[in-house]
Nanobody, 124 residues
Framework: QVQLVESGGGLVQPGGSLRLSCAAS????????MAWYRQAPEKQRELVAV???????NYADSVMGRFTISRDNAKNSVYLEMHNLKPEDTAVYYC??????????????????WGQGTQVTVSS
């Protein structure tokens, strides 16, 4: 019914940049919060950046000043601009959404809908 599909990951050298995209599709009524998380090998998944529909953004301390989250509500999409990438940014990056969708004529809320993830590797 609803899919979140990330793209834009890849291999980049330290100091480089990447732009991640996440598009939500399906019978979506509205999206409240969209966020990016990441999970490095043998580490817990952590919040990178979050952007409510009408509120201010928040970032993990480790990415503050280097990453920028943005949304295109008309396209049900969220983006993550990443600059000055460091080896410690290497992880699978996941898109997450708090949304309301339609099913069988009714509305349902999914507080934490996940994409499949996209790998970001920062290495020389």
């Amino acid at each position: 019914q609803v899919q979140l599909v990330e793209s834009g990951g890849g291999l980049v050298q330290p100091g480089g940049s990447l732009r991640l995209s996440c598009a939500a599709s399906g019978s979506i009524f509205s999206i409240n919060v969209m966020a990016w998380y990441r999970q490095a090998p043998e580490k817990q998944r952590e919040l990178v950046a979050v952007m409510p529909s009408g509120g201010s953004t928040n970032y993990a301390d480790s990415v503050m000043g280097r990453f920028t989250i943005s949304r295109d509500n008309a396209k049900n999409s969220v983006y993550l601009e990443m600059h000055n990438l460091k080896p410690e940014d290497t992880a699978v990056y996941y898109c997450n959404a708090d949304l309301i969708y339609n099913s069988g004529g009714r509305k349902y809320r999914a507080r934490s809908y996940w994409g499949q993830g996209t790998q970001v590797t920062v290495s020389s």
